[in-house]
């Protein structure tokens, strides 16, 4: 099947490069042309565990390209999945621009009959946002607004699908290659079912053992995929809610997640207290859905605590290192240990340490910093930060491994829950910090075994050991 992917960024590259692998003839196109320059000479602009080599064991393989050429990109997939960003505006809103630019682009050059699927996270109603300006588009070029008048004399016509990703960053080669459910929202049209169809076709590969597939309206499919992300935000803001209780009365939050864990009806997933959720989804897309409501003339309290929880837990690990330190952190040095707002990606959106490193910059305090691949990534974002301070950004210095960072600091901050940072050499780890303490914002060593080693230690939600 001819596939073309509008949009080469986290989602397109990913859902392009699996669909290659799966024998598909995939072109994914994009208006930023050092992107596309970057990826046409081998190069992946971001990370994502196993990406680089499936791009271009499929690019050898002749399966998959990259284009800035519009018409070709249109006229290229019989599906064409718009996979653009939908950045937040300043209400909360996700903005459309891309979305509805890249509808306009298909309905100005289409011919025949495409399967136009909306792969990026947008609101309910966006499905009929993205029809209407096709048609505006097909009307422009003088072909009949009706879709039965269309197909009756044999013009362009279309059909919108929603197909949410549910990638998890960090692993996400894996989670489009090994599904846990597929989500397709279709209409009941003549053109609904042609699309159906061809979706059914182009996810086959994925259905073998047993049918994944769940289809629904489109309005639906839209919701699903905000419902699903505000799900598992909820369950991060509750435990890390808990967790604060927990530091109140003694218990250790830790045992708590594996005794509610242990129940079929709860499970063991995003249980984990720690910093804070990050990254491009869960806070645009709880945003996103509070807002929805809001124009429905409805408030989400469920979610306004959610976000709310979200913001403070930022700043906890802060809150933990000034009241050691106290609130002038003027000649202290800190290691921080990880950036990324999950390990296995460099994304820095909403990362909680960001947050962090601005609070301990603004106090006087300098930054050793290392994250195994987020560093350069994280550069950018402190520049546009500290825009105007470079005082502050010059605070801040990265180094190439993890025990670099610790070296003179008068304690270690742990924000991103990397396998190298999981099994330290802690004899090491005292003997090069000023002094033994570590503020463990993921909870990552048992506080029985700090104690053993000597080191003082604070994490979240469990207990203190001085």
């Known amino acids: 099947m001819k596939i073309t992917l509008v949009g080469s960024g986290y989602v397109g590259l990913v859902t392009g490069a699996c669909l290659a692998e799966l024998g598909n003839h995939v072109l994914c196109f994009d208006v930023d042309s050092r992107k596309i320059d970057v990826l046409n000479n081998g190069g992946v602009p971001i990370y994502e565990p196993g990406l680089k080599e499936l791009i271009?064991?499929?690019?050898?393989?002749?399966?998959?390209?990259?284009?800035?050429?519009?018409?070709a990109?249109?006229?290229?997939?019989?599906?064409?999945?718009?996979?653009?960003?939908?950045?937040?505006?300043?209400d909360g809103s996700a903005d459309l621009q891309?979305?509805?630019?890249?509808?306009?682009?298909?309905?100005?050059?289409?011919?025949?009959?495409?399967?136009?699927?909306?792969?990026?996270?947008?609101?309910?109603?966006?499905?009929?946002?993205?029809?209407?300006?096709?048609?505006?588009?097909?009307?422009?070029?003088?072909?009949?607004?009706?879709?039965?008048?269309?197909?009756?004399?044999?013009?362009?016509?279309?059909?919108?699908?929603?197909?949410?990703?549910?990638?998890?960053?960090?692993?996400?080669?894996?989670?489009?290659?090994?599904?846990?459910?597929?989500?397709?929202?279709?209409?009941?049209s003549v053109a609904g079912q042609e699309a159906r169809?061809?979706?059914h076709s182009l996810y086959a590969p994925f259905n073998r053992n047993h049918e994944r597939t769940h289809y629904m309206d489109v309005r639906s499919a839209e919701f699903t995929k905000y419902a699903a992300n505000a799900m598992l935000a909820t369950r991060i803001s509750f435990m890390n809610e808990l967790a604060g209780l927990a530091d109140a009365v003694g218990a250790d939050i830790e045992l708590v997640r594996q005794g509610i864990g242990s129940d079929p009806r709860i499970g063991y997933s995003f249980l984990y207290a720690g910093t804070g959720y990050g990254g491009s989804c869960f806070p645009k897309d709880v945003q996103a859905l509070i807002r929805t409501a809001a124009e429905c003339?409805?408030?989400?309290?469920?979610l306004d605590a959610v976000e709310a929880i979200n913001g403070a837990q930022k700043r906890v690990l802060v809150g933990k290192i000034l009241k050691r330190?106290?609130?002038?952190?003027?000649?202290?040095?800190?290691?921080?240990?990880?950036?990324?707002?999950?390990?296995?990606?460099?994304?820095?959106?909403?990362?909680?340490?960001?947050?962090?490193?601005?609070?301990?910059?603004?106090?006087?305090?300098r930054?050793?910093?290392?994250?195994?691949?987020?560093?350069?990534?994280?550069?950018k974002c402190l520049d546009v930060d500290f825009t105007g301070a470079p005082e502050k950004l010059a605070a801040v210095s990265f180094v190439a491994q993890p025990i670099d960072a610790l070296s003179g600091a008068d304690a270690l901050v742990i924000v991103t829950?990397?396998?190298?940072?999981?099994?330290?050499?802690?004899?090491?780890?005292?003997?090069?910090?000023?002094?033994?303490?570590v503020f463990d914002g993921r909870n990552l060593y048992e506080p029985s075994i700090m104690s053993e080693a000597g080191i003082e230690y604070y994490a979240i939600g469990r207990p203190t050991v001085k």
């Open 56 to 71: 271009q064991q499929n690019r050898e393989a002749g399966r998959l390209q990259f284009s800035t050429d519009v018409e």
């Open 73 to 90: 990109s249109v006229l290229h997939g019989d599906v064409q999945f718009i996979a653009v960003g939908t950045p937040p505006g300043e």
């Open 98 to 188: 891309y979305v509805l630019a890249a509808a306009r682009t298909i309905g100005r050059t289409m011919q025949g009959f495409k399967v136009v699927v909306n792969k990026s996270t947008v609101p309910v109603g966006t499905g009929d946002m993205v029809k209407a300006t096709i048609t505006d588009e097909l009307i422009k070029r003088g072909f009949s607004p009706d879709p039965e008048q269309r197909r009756v004399l044999g013009q362009p016509d279309f059909s919108v699908v929603s197909n949410p990703e549910f990638l998890k960053e960090g692993a996400a080669v894996d989670d489009f290659m090994r599904p846990d459910r597929i989500v397709i929202g279709i209409d009941d």
């Open 197 to 199: 169809d061809q979706m």
């Open 297 to 302: 003339g409805q408030r989400l309290h469920i």
């Open 325 to 365: 330190f106290g609130e002038d952190l003027s000649g202290r040095c800190f290691a921080l240990w990880g950036l990324a707002f999950k390990p296995n990606t460099d994304d820095m959106r909403e990362a909680p340490s960001r947050v962090i490193i601005q609070e301990l910059v603004s106090r006087g305090a």
């Open 367 to 379: 930054i050793q910093a290392h994250d195994p691949v987020a560093m350069e990534e994280c550069r």
């Open 417 to 437: 829950e990397w396998k190298t940072f999981r099994s330290p050499d802690f004899l090491m780890m005292k003997s090069a910090l000023k002094y033994p303490i």
